[in-house]
């Protein structure tokens, strides 16, 4: 038996959301729920399969790759503009060995995968449609020769997501909740996670946020200190600022959309008062201290660097710091040529004993970066000094969009939360000397998953 696992919808049915994340890779209780239909697939006995892509399919494949991770084999078959799921199969049908299973891997019935194919060799007819209340969801096992001009839905918000009465009916538990829009989509999260708080084991949360129940945290999302949330999805790469309450919400970068009506609006929406708030404890003292310090870094800095890019050891950069007067002004500095976060910023120290940046502050841009800035959320960083050490830098995952790390400015700005205790924490953390990496997804966990 062949398997045909749809992944391709483009989430125009999520409204502002489905822009920032494909379909497929929503996580339910904090696993894409893609994963979740592999694992269900690999439960049943199956081991490998054909994945259908459509818009923005590199984010699958980076997150899926060969299916090594989950004991699959998984073959990457893209749709081509214009082309129903019917077309793609007839497209396919020459590799087509025997028996399809046809499965919708981004609609979340991956909880009755396992039951249909218990269950199908009963029901008899070339389609069999799993069928849930008496709707589709998603399961089709065909026989040989049964494609010819038949067709199967894509989206189960839409009208032709109905039974066909040309297909044998094989009705399925009705446990899970098909992922039709936003909303749908924060009922099988939460049901997913059993009601309790769930987190992603790439996830990270501070220690003093409070988690409440429905409450759930993806891949390379960061929740900080204080924040308080209370059924909020937190999708990926995505960075919960410090002190922020939230509940009933999907959140995806700085957009926040209520789980019940949609409305949308943005973390920086949030933002405290200006004005109100201490200033930066950051100075050139500080800055001084830290040179001194970090003095036995730099031969170490200027050796891996030249071994690393034959002999260019630095590189020249110019950054948008802090003006004489207020305000910002570009300024020419050089970074070590490395990867590794301390070693490359070493050099930075010395725009902090000369005034040019603090020690602590918002993240320095260059200065079309800084230019670029339009949006009144974007400016409130300019009420804060540019420093080397920022919240954005030592809290917001690597692989975020840089909207992320522009909220997080935005939010310290605001609040100043003091970043010198964190920096130091983080001085002695991975983070710290460990060049950003992507995720193999084929590479396969200690436990041995798959």
Do not use: C
Not at 82 to 96: A, I, M, N, Y
Not at 123 to 130: E, L, S
Not at 308 to 324: D, S, V
Not at 358 to 379: C, D, F, I, Q, Y
């Amino acid at each position: 038996m062949t398997t045909v696992l749809f992944a391709d919808r483009d989430g125009a049915s999520f409204g502002a959301l489905g822009a920032r994340i494909v379909p497929a890779l929503l996580p339910l209780g904090g696993v894409p729920v893609l994963e979740r239909a592999l694992e269900a697939l690999v439960r049943a006995g199956r081991r490998s399969a054909l994945l259908v892509v459509g818009p923005r399919a590199g984010e699958i494949e980076r997150r899926f790759g060969k299916g090594i991770r989950w004991g699959i084999a998984l073959e990457i078959v893209r749709r081509e503009d214009g082309e129903t799921p019917g077309d793609v199969l007839r497209r396919l049908e020459p590799r087509l060995d025997g028996e399809t299973l046809v499965v919708r891997g981004d609609v979340g019935t991956h909880a009755v995968i396992g039951e249909f194919l218990a269950k199908v060799d009963e029901a008899r007819g070339p389609v069999v449609a799993g069928l849930l209340g008496g709707r589709p969801a998603g399961l089709w096992r065909l026989l040989p020769g049964a494609l010819k001009k038949k067709d199967f839905p894509r989206e189960p918000g839409a009208a032709e997501w109905e039974e066909d009465r040309s297909f044998a009916a094989l009705p399925l538990s009705e446990g899970p909740i098909l992922l039709v829009d936003v909303a749908s989509y924060a009922r099988a999260d939460r049901a997913a996670a059993g009601g309790a708080p769930a987190l992603s084991e790439r996830a990270s949360v501070d220690g003093s946020a409070a988690l409440l129940d429905g409450t759930t945290v993806a891949d390379e999302a960061v929740v900080l200190s204080g924040a308080r949330l209370s059924g909020v999805s937190v999708l990926p790469r995505t960075a919960i600022p410090p002190g922020l309450a939230l509940e009933n919400a999907v959140v995806s970068g700085n957009l926040v959309v209520d789980a019940a009506t949609g409305a949308t609006s943005l973390l920086t929406d949030r933002l405290p008062a200006a004005g109100k708030n201490a200033p930066s404890s950051s100075s050139r003292g500080l800055g001084l201290v830290a040179l001194a310090l970090s003095l036995p870094l730099w031969p170490v800095a200027a050796v891996w660097s030249a071994i690393a890019n034959a002999g260019h050891a630095t590189r020249p950069i110019t950054l948008a710091g802090n003006a004489p007067g207020g305000g910002r002004a570009a300024f020419s500095t050089f970074q070590f040529e490395t990867a590794v976060p301390v070693l490359r910023d070493l050099p930075l120290l010395f725009a902090v004993v000369s005034g040019r940046l603090a020690l602590s502050g918002v993240t320095p841009l260059l200065p079309a970066e800084e230019a670029a800035l339009h949006e009144p959320w974007e400016k409130v960083r300019n009420e804060a000094p540019a420093g080397v050490l920022s919240l954005a830098r030592l809290a917001s995952p690597a692989s975020a969009p840089s909207e992320v790390a522009r909220a997080l400015d935005a939010f310290w700005a605001r609040t100043k939360s003091p970043l010198l205790g964190r920096a130091f924490s983080a001085f002695f953390s991975a983070r710290a000397w460990t060049a950003p990496r992507s995720w193999n997804p084929d590479a396969l966990k200690d436990e041995g998953k798959g």
